[in-house]
Antibody
Framework: QVQLVESGGGVVQPGRSLRLSCAASGFTFSDYGMHWVRQAPGKGLEWVVV????????HYIDSVKGRFIISRDNSKNTMYLQMHSLRVEDTAVYYC?????????????WGQGTLVTVSP | DIQMTQSPSTLSASVGDRVTITCRASQSISNWLAWYQQRPGKAPKFLIYKASTLETGVPLRFSGSGSGTEFTLTISSLQPDDFATYYCQQYDRLPLTFGGGTKVEIK
């Protein structure tokens, strides 16, 4: 069965960096696009970034452009989110999610999330 | 960016009720719309894609309809497991955007 496990969350001060990982299993990782979606405490879902199945295309929301970098290692079935210059407003549960297809459509399977708290 | 607006934001209902949630897009998205269910403390669950296609394993009491800018999610007979928050999401164009959510509460 499809499994996505996030790791790397924690408490960090504004301006610092953090790297999230998403380990995938139960499907052919290299066939699917992958997303990060976040949810601030008590708020709704916000899509953050997608990487296509082969890593050839990446798309970010404006608020993280130039600060966050998505990557994937298809040989390790793992996706990463490198977050720099973190802001208080980046505080959220970050979900790793598989795309329904090879690119950027709808996330179908989701991990359980990892909490990132940015606090002075 | 395409704005997605859900209504109502909260809905109180009883087990067995028929429930309808509306999602409106700020511009036409054809039928590139998905619905998710999220229970407290859990990850979202994929329910419906292409506005009306039920994901495998989703109970038949769930249905979706609509195209263009107006969409609905209907639960034909609310079950205890269905008390949750529901989100619509468009994938016509990037950035992907979600509605603000509709919380279905026990009346």
């Amino acid at each position: 069965q499809v499994q996505l496990v996030e790791s790397g969350g924690g408490v960090v001060q504004p301006g610092r960096s953090l790297r999230l990982s998403c380990a995938a299993s139960g499907f052919t990782f290299s066939d699917y696009g992958m997303h990060w979606v976040r949810q601030a405490p008590g708020k709704g879902l916000e899509w953050v970034v997608v990487i296509y199945y082969d890593g050839s295309k990446k798309h970010y929301i404006d608020s993280v452009k130039g600060r966050f970098i998505i990557s994937r290692d298809n040989s390790k079935n793992t996706m990463y989110l490198q977050m720099h210059s973190l802001r208080v407003e980046d505080t959220a549960v970050y979900y790793c999610a598989r795309d329904y297809g090879a690119g950027a459509t709808s996330p179908d399977y989701w991990g359980q999330g990892t909490l990132v708290t940015v606090s002075p | 960016d395409i704005q997605m607006t859900q209504s109502p934001s909260t809905l109180s209902a009883s087990v067995g009720d028929r429930v309808t949630i509306t999602c409106r897009a700020s511009q036409s998205i054809s039928n590139w719309l998905a619905w998710y269910q999220q229970r407290p403390g859990k990850a979202p669950k994929f329910l419906i894609y292409k506005a009306s296609t039920l994901e495998t394993g989703v109970p038949l009491r769930f249905s979706g309809s609509g195209s263009g800018t107006e969409f609905t999610l209907t639960i034909s007979s609310l079950q205890p497991d269905d008390f949750a928050t529901y989100y619509c999401q468009q994938y016509d164009r990037l950035p992907l955007t979600f509605g603000g959510g509709t919380k279905v509460e026990i009346k």
